[in-house]
């Protein structure tokens, strides 16, 4: 199982940044996928969950209303488009997946929101 995240960078406040999460090893389109993140000193937090067939998502508190999930089965990727970020959003990013009883992350991807 494999997990690789892209598309963070440094992003002013206002702005916004599509993250993807490219998978491998396990049958994507079966699982469920989900987002968080980690700010420094901080724990993780969940950000999003897709459902496999990309039908159904939910959003914690944190980011609600300014971050949309959505996957492409075909691709193996799910992606977490942000908007209106705010420094407070400053974090890696981290796709995640439950296959099977195994917890598998990806390495993360930076996120700077800053002027």
């Known amino acids: 199982v494999q997990l690789v995240e892209s598309g963070g960078g440094l992003v002013q406040p206002g702005g916004s940044l599509r993250l993807s999460c490219a998978a491998s090893?396990?049958?994507?389109?079966?699982?469920?996928m989900s987002w968080y993140r980690q700010a420094p000193g901080k724990e993780r937090e969940l950000v999003a969950t897709?459902?496999?067939?990309?039908?159904?998502?939910n959003y914690a508190d944190p980011m609600k209303g300014r971050v949309t999930a959505t996957r492409d089965n075909a691709k193996s990727t799910v992606y977490l488009q942000m908007s209106s970020l705010k420094p407070e959003d400053t974090a890696v990013y981290y796709c995640?997946?439950?296959?099977?009883?195994?917890?598998?992350w990806g390495q993360g991807t930076q996120v700077t929101v800053s002027s």
């Open positions: 995640h997946a439950l296959v099977r009883y195994y917890h598998a």
């Open positions: 090893g396990f049958t994507f389109s079966s699982y469920a």
């Open positions: 897709i459902d496999s067939a990309g039908s159904s998502t």
